[in-house]
């Protein structure tokens, strides 16, 4: 009798639960390895976003620190002030004796505001750190309003000649004395302007009534120039407040940016104090 012998393969219903039970075991380790992963790119692309932020904000801040006395303007995303190059005290009185240097009598050395003048002796010398000349920047007396400054009020175009013991300016009458014989001397406006998801600098442009609140009037303005200062910025959740007179002798302006990248968000609030005396 011929007696077939049939080899059996498959597993059996021990070896199915084995196997499920180590699928579930390594699905689970997977799983307790990739949420601290994710995490972890979650943290670093926040703190990126963080770092950007606040770089761009410090850099706002240094400049804004410099910022002509009443010169800031805020609307919305839009932030403008004119810088200061240098500054000191004009002489208000003559003096009695020594060499003029304004001209041929002392009194020639005082700043003058009942009639126009092109000459005033510096009060212990402009800053040894101001680079010379600094022809066609613009002196200003006296900015307690920013209307003054922006519409040219108060200021002069500074004429070749100046020196750290004396500025030349083209004639003038200023309106008003300082009440600390203050002035100073400032550059083009510089603007920080948060659209189309980009943090901008604007400056190189001449001064406006106005305050520049679009993208096509800054770039419509002769001898701009811009620059970028961050991306990937939530323009409609990044905003510049201003409150004038909040510690007394300064101005509060409260800088918000929000940055967004692959699902990631963070937002940061910045304050910086201006000096509001003139």
């Known amino acids: 009798m011929l007696i077939l012998r049939l080899k059996q393969s498959g597993f059996t219903l021990i070896e199915a639960i084995a196997v499920i039970i180590i699928t579930a075991i390594l699905g689970a380790l997977a799983s307790s390895f990739s949420l601290p992963i994710k995490a972890y790119f979650a943290a670093t692309a926040r703190a990126d976003l963080t770092d950007v932020a606040d770089t761009a ?19 919305g995303s839009y932030i403008e002030f004119l810088p200061t190059i240098t500054g000191g005290r004009y002489r208000a009185s003559a003096a009695v004796s020594g060499s003029a240097i304004c001209g041929g009598i002392l009194a020639q050395d005082v700043l003058d505001f009942t009639s126009t003048d092109t000459c005033f002796e510096v009060i212990g010398g402009l800053s040894a750190s101001t680079t010379f000349p600094v022809v066609n920047n613009e002196l200003v007396v006296y900015n307690n309003d920013p209307s003054y400054v922006y519409n040219g ?11 750290t013991n004396f500025v030349k300016f083209n004639t003038k009458q200023f309106p008003m004395p300082s009440p600390s014989q203050r002035f100073q001397i400032i550059d083009k406006p510089v603007s920080f302007v948060c659209d189309d998801s980009t943090l901008w600098r604007y400056t190189g442009y001449a001064r406006q009534s106005a305050q520049p609140v679009s993208l096509a009037t800054l770039n419509g303005l002769a001898g701009r120039t811009f ?4 991306t990937g ?16 002798r300064a101005d509060l302006i409260v800088m918000k940016l929000s940055l967004t990248s692959g699902g990631n968000s963070v937002t940061l609030l910045h304050q910086v104090h201006v000096q509001n005396v003139p």
């Open 233 to 248: 910025i939530d323009c409609t959740n990044s905003r510049f407040s201003y409150a004038s007179g909040g510690t007394g």
């Open 57 to 75: 904000m410090r850099r706002m801040a240094r400049e804004l620190h410099a910022a002509l006395p009443n010169s800031v303007r805020v609307s």
């Open 153 to 163: 009020t108060n200021v002069a175009t500074i004429a070749s000649g100046t020196a």
């Open 227 to 230: 620059s970028r200062l961050a």
